[in-house]
């Protein structure tokens, strides 16, 4: 699809999809371990999520969870 809709960009979805589902896992596992009191995160990447939403954990917790 998204070839047809712009056929000389070359970009590929499959490497853009699996980096975004790689990047939300790695974002779901940072606020996770933040509310469950692990101290495992360094500060500086969990501070990012100190005064943002993150409207998907939820969803997101559904699916990670058990991994």
């Not at 990447?45 to 699916?63: C, E, G, K, M, N």
Request: aromatic residues 12%.
């Amino acid at each position: 699809m998204l070839e047809k809709v712009l056929p000389y960009a070359m970009l590929k979805a499959k490497p853009n999809l699996e980096l975004r589902i790689r990047t939300l896992k790695k974002d779901w596992a940072t606020v996770y371990d933040m509310l469950s009191g692990k101290e495992n995160n360094s500060h500086k990447v969990a501070d990012q999520f100190r005064h943002r939403s993150f409207p998907y954990y939820d969803q997101l917790t559904s699916i990670y969870a058990k991994d």
